[in-house]
């Protein structure tokens, strides 16, 4: 009587398969990463005065860029210190890294997703990456929140995908081997 021979698939190839296959993952680079633009702006609830207060700074020793909201300027608002502030706040902010920290003014301003452009005024946004591998400024340079992470251009969702589908090719395996 012939012998017919089986043939007996690698104890390893999953993980194999998984270290050959992985670069494919997240083909783009990116993975699933999607940006959102960010802006920083004054409270709705910050009183005036400390608004004004840290409006000075952030046009003075802050660095930020105040010639839009000067008398003449696109963003210049003598009604409202809450616009005038935002524009300040947003500047610095993107000058500074996109942080929360760059974004506090004495617990005065928040980061928002919400662009808060008004009529001729227009506020540069920051680009940050969400779930990805770095972040900038759409308008400045000189803003970024670097790695957030997932640098390795894989999602944490596909690597997921990858090792149940070796633990579960390994399990079939096995019980194919000893059945």
Not at 70 to 94: E, I, K, M, R
């Amino acid at each position: 009587m012939p012998t017919t021979q089986t043939f007996v698939f690698p104890r390893y190839l999953p993980l194999f398969l998984l270290l050959i296959l992985s670069p494919l993952c997240g083909g783009s680079g990116g993975g699933d990463t999607t940006k959102q633009e960010l802006w920083c702006v004054a409270k709705n609830n910050a009183e005036d005065a400390a608004l004004q207060s840290a409006l000075d700074w952030a046009c003075g020793a802050g660095g930020a860029d105040c010639r839009p909201i000067q008398n003449g300027g696109p963003c210049y608002d003598v009604n409202s210190v809450q616009n005038t502030a935002s524009f300040a706040f947003n500047d610095y902010f993107l000058k500074n890294g996109l942080t929360d920290d760059s974004c506090n003014f004495s617990n005065n301003a928040a980061v928002t997703s919400i662009d808060p452009s008004h009529d001729k005024c227009k506020f540069p946004s920051g680009l940050a990456a969400i779930n990805g591998s770095s972040s900038g400024s759409k308008s400045s340079p000189s803003a970024g929140l670097g790695p957030s992470g997932n640098v390795s251009g894989c999602s944490k969702a596909s690597w997921r995908w990858w090792f149940w589908l070796s633990a579960i090719t390994n399990l079939l395996l096995m019980v194919s081997l000893y059945a």
